[in-house]
């Protein structure tokens, strides 16, 4: 009979339309949850941003920089801007850490500590977890914005540079060893992402 068929499709139905409201009330819980904290975590007079330019100033500025980075690529590739702005300020906030320990895991515990918003913890983790079996899309954007702002300044002496040249050589050293082979980035993306750094030619100069 057709009930045979109507009934089992409208449970489906229904369950279907259930299942998606219950997703989007947990994630507007999840995002309203840290929203606050995520307002506070990106400026930069935030405590722990004013202790890292207080203890370590040449890192402080390394952070304003990759923070600012990662905004303009995200805004572009419209991805999640402030949690890459957020990922660009605090990647190597360990280094200010009185544990023993690398960097990368002293970054993750200080940001545990703080109540730092889970999905920045877990990209921090990510980016100095050299076991990585894959890279996401957000990681890769960090480490390529990230070598690229600290190789321009570690030049800034330097009377020319090619900033094209920088950006293809950084890229290319990440996909060398291996570090690029797992990105959940497509191809295309990436090129994108290489294009867009090359569009910041005159925040370079500012750097130097």
Same mark, same amino acid.
């Given at each position: 009979? #057709?009930?045979?068929?109507?009934?089992?499709? /409208?449970?489906?139905?229904?369950? *279907?339309? &259930?299942?998606?409201?219950? &997703? =989007? =009330?947990?994630?507007?819980?999840?995002?309203?949850?840290?929203?606050?904290?995520?307002?506070?975590?990106?400026?930069?007079? +935030?405590? &722990?941003?004013?202790?890292?330019?207080?203890? !370590?100033? #040449?890192?402080?500025?390394?952070?304003?920089?990759?923070? +600012? &980075?990662?905004?303009?690529?995200?805004?572009?590739?419209?991805?999640?801007?402030?949690?890459?702005?957020?990922?660009?300020?605090?990647?190597?906030?360990?280094? =200010?850490?009185?544990?023993?320990?690398?960097?990368?895991? !002293?970054? /993750?515990?200080?940001?545990?500590?703080?109540?730092? #918003?889970?999905?920045?913890?877990?990209?921090?983790?990510?980016?100095?977890?050299?076991?990585?079996?894959?890279?996401?899309?957000?990681?890769?954007?960090?480490? =390529?914005?990230?070598?690229?702002?600290?190789?321009?300044?570690?030049?800034?002496?330097?009377?020319?540079? !090619?900033?094209?040249? /920088?950006?293809?050589? %950084? +890229?290319?050293?990440? %996909?060398?060893?291996?570090?690029?082979? !797992?990105?959940?980035?497509?191809?295309?993306?990436?090129?994108?992402?290489?294009?867009?750094?090359?569009?910041?030619?005159?925040?370079?100069?500012? *750097?130097?």
């Amino acid at each position: 009979t #057709p009930a045979v068929i109507i009934d089992p499709l /409208v449970g489906l139905i229904t369950d *279907l339309v &259930l299942a998606a409201a219950f &997703l =989007i =009330i947990a994630e507007h819980r999840i995002v309203f949850r840290y929203k606050d904290k995520y307002i506070e975590m990106v400026d930069p007079e +935030y405590e &722990l941003l004013m202790r890292l330019k207080n203890e !370590n100033r #040449p890192e402080y500025k390394r952070a304003i920089h990759c923070a +600012y &980075l990662c905004d303009r690529i995200a805004d572009k590739m419209e991805l999640n801007r402030i949690l890459l702005k957020g990922a660009g300020f605090y990647h190597r906030i360990g280094v =200010i850490s009185d544990k023993d320990g690398s960097i990368e895991d !002293n970054s /993750v515990h200080m940001l545990e500590e703080n109540l730092f #918003p889970p999905q920045l913890t877990a990209l921090v983790r990510e980016y100095g977890n050299p076991d990585r079996k894959a890279v996401s899309v957000e990681a890769s954007v960090l480490m =390529i914005s990230e070598r690229v702002i600290d190789t321009i300044m570690k030049t800034a002496s330097s009377d020319t540079i !090619n900033y094209d040249e /920088v950006i293809d050589k %950084v +890229y290319s050293s990440y %996909v060398l060893n291996g570090i690029l082979k !797992n990105t959940m980035m497509s191809y295309h993306d990436m090129n994108r992402l290489i294009g867009y750094m090359k569009e910041e030619k005159l925040y370079y100069d500012f *750097l130097r």
